[in-house]
């Protein structure tokens, strides 16, 4: 079924009244996810954001609690405001980087509400990849361009009109406000079967990746691999599924707010003890770590990799690190006796 | 636990007490504030809490009281940092924040029947002294077999828990063997480093399990020790410490390997450490 971008700019701006709109905008840097009020605002043709949309559910920086200290006794308060939101615009391997994340924020033992709050009142309209960039490689992962995985509701991009597709009951009661949907013509049909048939032309083979990593902590891969990286953390800042964080304390006179902020597994204070030990105390040991969460550890405990192919962080490195040879090189590597 | 587990419980500090000579590790005494918070805060030993000084922020630490001890919790904490400094300079009746309690604890229903032996060095007494306590406590004394603690420091003075020690000496249940590292003045009980006191003693194997708490130089002599006594990796038990954020397996700062060190831990087997990366 489809909708005319016409209709769909209509349903979209009556959503305003009701939601926060969140859609692809161009800004100074490119291309943004931020709050819209209409329709005409929202970037059509562009590949990706430059960071991840992930920020929505697990912001940069987030208030946990507030404290207020007098003489000897104190006051905590603790609340957490969140608008209905529509994610518009979210490319399918953003979707799934979500779906991972909802892994790390709810495990066997502990839910975090402040990512869960958010995540139970958001809608995802993820829309389909009509071109793809060099460094996409989600094809790798089982997943593609035109993947609705992680999607509530899931648009392709027919030029004046869109391919509608219904994922979830959330998207359900959302796409109730689409009228006027209408059945595909022939050629319009067979653009839809040519975009959901896409791969991306880069693609590395991850099919041997977690158990060959079983067998190579101590190997001397690691050793030069990540000689020229400079630890500036852009690529788990631009991750969608990097999650790590830390919690600091911001505090005037005798009020002070407890907030998390995002962290990385690159930053060398990350594992510092108090005692001055420091278990990943080199480059090394951290590059293994990101590698090993992401491809071996991760698997391990979520049966997924944490890795959706986006190519964010072979955009950003600034010293071209290419995760896709890291990977590549370990699939290569030859094994030492550990 | 809390709906929200990133929000703290307020606790009172009732006693702040200079533990040892070097003054360096304090014992805070924390009293709930109600018997709601007492009843959400069900611990075992072996676990942790993260404690709020408000004003300089939160900080994992061992729990050394055992939950027969109702009413309190007790934390003995050595000033390295920001949030440690701010506790040892707390006036009594502050009231701090607690959120746990967290992780797991020593496996008591495997103890159960068996001997066993506590090891440990330095301040890594705490959450020992909670097993020992918990253990000793006339609801459970009947649970275990022989106590052993063999526990070592520096010098006298930088021994934890003065008072309960001297008690321990005279108590037919559990069997106490202190040791410093060199000698000193008045000093008549044991002297040598833990792994060669541990060889000393000798503790049987047989239907014993062992928990070794304390530097990791102490660790890593100590192991072989008891390896040779024939305790199997599966029947030493060991507590880790990591930098942590969160405390509930999120922040990811604490693993090791697959593990984190918060949740699925800090308590785990000598077996259980060797299928891990030596990353710690």
Redesign the interface.
């Known amino acids: 079924m489809k909708i005319s971008k016409e209709k769909f700019g209509q349903a979209f701006d009556a959503l305003v009244a009701e939601y926060q709109i969140i859609a692809p905008v161009s800004d100074a840097n490119g291309i943004a996810f931020k709050g819209v009020k209409s329709f005409s605002e929202v970037k059509q043709d562009y590949l990706n954001s430059k960071l991840p949309p992930k920020a929505f559910f697990f912001p940069q920086h987030e208030k946990l609690m507030s404290y207020k200290k007098e003489g000897k006794e104190v006051t905590v308060k603790s609340e957490l405001k969140v608008e209905n939101t529509v994610l518009f615009g979210i490319r399918p391997c953003d979707a799934k980087g979500m779906q991972l994340l909802d892994m790390v924020f709810k495990n066997d033992q502990y839910t975090d509400p402040y990512y869960f709050e958010r995540r139970d009142k958001s809608v995802i309209i993820g829309v389909a990849c009509n071109k793809i960039a060099p460094t996409c490689f989600c094809s790798s992962f089982g997943l593609s361009p035109a993947g609705s995985e992680g999607s509530d509701i899931f648009l392709i991009d027919l030029g004046d009109s869109y391919d509608v597709e219904v994922i979830t009951e959330k998207g359900k009661a959302l796409a109730a406000r689409f009228e006027a949907l209408s059945e595909l013509s022939a050629d319009e049909q067979a653009l839809v079967d040519k975009i959901k048939d896409a791969v991306t032309l880069s693609k590395v083979d991850v099919s041997t990746t977690t158990s060959k990593l079983d067998k190579m902590f101590n190997n001397p891969y690691w050793d030069t691999l990540q000689e020229k990286c400079i630890g500036c953390n852009v690529c788990s800042f631009s991750c969608p599924t990097c999650h790590c964080f830390d919690i600091s304390e911001e505090v005037r006179k005798n009020e002070g707010t407890r907030v998390r902020t995002w962290d990385a597994c690159m930053a060398p204070l990350f594992t510092l003890h108090g005692s001055g030990h420091n278990p990943r105390d080199n480059k090394k040991a951290r590059w293994r770590q990101r590698m090993m969460h992401k491809f071996n550890y991760f698997v391990h405990n979520n049966g997924s990799m944490s890795c959706v192919g986006c190519g964010r962080c072979i955009k950003g490195c600034p010293v071209n690190m290419d995760i896709r040879q890291v990977i590549d090189g370990a699939n290569k590597a030859e094994l030492v006796v550990e | 636990?809390q709906?929200?587990?990133?929000?703290?419980i307020?606790m009172k500090l009732v006693k702040n007490l200079v533990e040892t000579e070097d003054k360096l590790i304090n014992t805070f005494t924390l009293e709930f504030l109600n018997q709601q918070d007492e009843e959400n805060f069900k611990y075992m030993p072996g676990q942790f809490a993260e404690l709020s000084a408000?004003?300089?922020?939160?900080?994992p630490f061992g729990i050394a009281t055992s939950p027969t001890e109702p009413g309190i919790l007790k934390f003995s904490v050595?000033k390295?940092?920001c949030v440690?400094n701010a506790l040892h300079l707390m006036?009594e009746?502050?009231?701090v924040?607690v959120r746990g309690p967290m992780g797991n604890y020593y496996p008591l229903e495997k103890f159960k029947g068996k001997n066993v032996v506590i090891i440990g060095g330095g301040f890594a007494f705490t959450t020992l002294r909670s097993l020992a306590k918990y253990m000793l406590d006339d609801k459970h004394r009947g649970d275990y077999g022989d106590i052993t603690v063999i526990y070592g420091a520096r010098n006298p003075g930088l021994l934890l828990y003065k008072e309960e020690l001297a008690e321990w000496e005279n108590n037919p249940n559990i069997n106490l063997i202190t040791t410093i590292d060199r000698p000193a003045e008045g000093w008549t009980k044991h002297v040598g480093f833990i792994p060669s006191i541990t060889e000393q003693i000798a503790p049987s194997s047989v239907d014993t399990y062992a928990v070794v708490c304390g530097p990791?130089a102490m660790i890593k002599f100590t192991l072989p020790v008891l390896e040779k006594l024939n305790f199997t990796p599966e029947s030493i038990y060991t507590s880790l410490?990591?930098?942590m954020?969160?405390g509930?397996?999120?922040?990811?700062?604490?693993?090791?390997?697959?593990e984190y060190v918060c949740?699925d831990g800090p308590v785990f087997s000598m077996a259980q450490l060797k299928e891990l990366?030596?990353?710690?």
């Open positions: 636990m709906l929200n587990p990133y929000i703290p307020t408000y004003g300089h922020g939160e900080a050595a390295v940092g440690s006036e009746g502050t009231m924040g990791p410490e990591m930098r954020k969160c509930l397996g999120i922040c990811g700062r604490c693993n090791i390997g697959t949740k990366p030596n990353e710690y």
